[in-house]
T-cell receptor, first 114, second 111 residues
Framework: NAGVTQTPKFQVLKTGQSMTLQCAQD?????MYWYRQDPGMGLRLIYY???????DKGEVPNGYNVSRLNKREFSLRLESAAPSQTSVYFC?????????????FGPGTRLTVL | DAKTTQPNSMESNEEEPVHLPCNHS???????IHWYRQLPSQGPEYVIH???SNVNNRMASLAIAEDRKSSTLILHRATLRDAAVYYC????????????FGTGTSLTVIP
């Protein structure tokens, strides 16, 4: 099992450009999450999908959109990138959303917006 | 969001036990205490979680205070591979069943 995979690993964008970060999991998990981590900070939730067909905003959703393409895949789109979106982005999945469920994280995408 | 408080950093000598504290004075009765760690340049990984009773697994032990307002993650013998940022997180209905990561405790293991 590959677990949670993310593409690309690194990306450099110019202000105003758009891009989509891809995430896939092979553990048949229902819930998927997108986080961002700024230097020296903890992770902050951007969006999550409790189950296929549903998405909800997290702490910091502004400037992002998401798509739960199917049970395996959850993408994060930046429509018009800004320097403030320079960060490391982590995708995670869990079997469900209950308080006992652990999350499994991908390796991250390091994004720089110039 | 339910808050946790952790020291910014701690040091430990290799092969000695490490006790990582976490305060969560506003915890509700239904909040679970989760611990994750993040190795350099990697995504977080699960360590352990518990509700009321102390918990043990192959990675660590979790000691929960009787009033549940604090907990301690115990690494029984620190190795260099345990150098990471450790996050104490509350998760339950009051947090929307979501994770709120603080800044965690950066653990340095000294050879």
């Amino acid at each position: 099992n590959a677990g949670v995979t993310q593409t690309p690993k690194f990306q450099v964008l110019k202000t105003g450009q758009s891009m989509t970060l891809q995430c896939a999991q092979d553990m048949n998990h229902n819930s998927m999450y997108w986080y961002r981590q700024d230097p020296g900070m903890g992770l902050r939730l951007i969006y999550y999908s409790a189950s296929e067909g549903t998405t909800d905003k997290g702490e910091v959703p502004n400037g992002y959109n998401v798509s739960r393409l199917n049970k395996r895949e959850f993408s994060l789109r930046l429509e018009s990138a800004a320097p403030s979106q320079t960060s490391v982005y982590f995708c995670a999945s869990s079997p469900g959303g209950s308080a006992t469920m652990r999350q499994f994280f991908g390796p991250g995408t390091r994004l720089t917006v110039l | 969001d339910a808050k946790t408080t952790q020291p910014n950093s701690m040091e430990s000598n290799e092969e000695e036990p490490v006790h990582l504290p976490c305060n969560h004075s506003t915890i509700s009765g239904t909040d679970y205490i989760h611990w994750y760690r993040q190795l350099p340049s990697q995504g977080p990984e699960y360590v352990i979680h518990g509700l009321t009773s102390n918990v043990n697994n192959r990675m660590a032990s979790l000691a929960i205070a009787e009033d549940r307002k604090s907990s301690t993650l115990i690494l029984h013998r620190a190795t260099l591979r345990d150098a990471a940022v450790y996050y104490c997180i509350l998760r339950g209905p009051n947090t929307g069943n979501q994770f709120y990561f603080g800044t965690g405790t950066s653990l340095t293991v000294i050879p």
